[in-house]
């Protein structure tokens, strides 16, 4: 299918690991992609090609990928990781976004 | 540095029409494509299509298809999405971001934004 399912919410506390997951079909032959989006803001790219960081992304945000699904961690949460999360993959004929997933840090 | 900067809020009446521009800095306009994606106030980011800046190649998403135009003018750097037949459901923030010359798949870069109000 090319859906891409995410959990609606993630709550951590600061210092502690999120863990964001993506699942869809697609995801067994395409790479994913994570978005961060603060409230008023375009969309950050945090991770590409599943685990790849582009430069001047913090450390603590890394990607993995098993089968239908890609996952978003991000160790040692700060303050200012709180967001929202998209993924994103190229279907055959379009391009699709995950649900997206609220991260809550407190 | 790479920049993508979109044309200011627009409040259209249903029916009417909407054209939304992006001008590219920073990198070889041409070397890229661009997609547009829209956000429905508190709603998930909804992939829209794709234009090639190289040879104007496009791929819309099936529910727009009919209503939408991609458009890129390579003298200026700056790609245009044009909706049609507007509803109030159209109401979002329409961002454009960079991507593949060839396919949809590298959205890296993207503009600020533009919120377009359907509104009778």
């Known amino acids: 299918s090319y859906e891409l399912t995410q959990p609606s919410s993630v709550s951590v506390s600061p210092g502690q690991t999120a863990r964001i997951t993506c699942s869809g079909d697609?995801?067994?032959?395409?790479?994913a992609r994570w978005f961060q989006q603060k409230p008023g803001q375009a969309p950050v790219l945090v991770i590409y090609?599943?685990?790849e960081r582009p430069s001047g992304i913090p450390e603590r945000f890394s990607g993995s990928s098993s089968g239908t699904t890609v996952t978003l961690t991000i160790s040692g949460a700060q303050v200012e990781d709180e967001a929202d999360y998209y993924c994103?993959?190229?279907?055959?004929?379009?391009?699709?976004f995950g649900t997206g997933t609220k991260v809550t840090v407190l | 540095q790479v920049q993508l900067v979109q044309s200011g809020a627009e409040v259209k009446k249903p029916g009417a029409s909407v054209k939304v521009s992006c001008k590219a800095s920073?990198?070889?306009?041409?070397?890229?494509?661009i997609s547009w994606v829209r956000q429905a106030p508190g709603q998930g980011l909804e992939w829209m299509g794709w234009?090639?800046?190289?040879?104007?190649?496009?791929n819309y998403a099936q529910k727009l298809q009919g209503r939408v135009t991609m458009t890129t003018d390579t003298s200026t750097s700056t790609a245009y999405m044009e909706l049609r037949s507007l509803r109030s459901d159209d109401t979002a923030v329409y961002y454009c971001?960079?991507?593949?010359?060839?396919?949809?798949?590298?959205?890296?870069?993207w503009g600020q934004g533009t919120l377009v109000t359907v509104s009778s």
């Open positions: 971001a960079r991507d593949r010359v060839d396919n949809w798949n590298d959205v890296d870069y």
């Open positions: 920073g990198y070889t306009f041409t070397s890229y494509g």
């Open positions: 234009i090639s800046a190289y040879n104007g190649n496009t």
């Open positions: 697609v995801l067994a032959k395409k790479y």
């Open positions: 090609k599943d685990s």
């Open positions: 994103y993959s190229a279907a055959d004929t379009k391009g699709v």
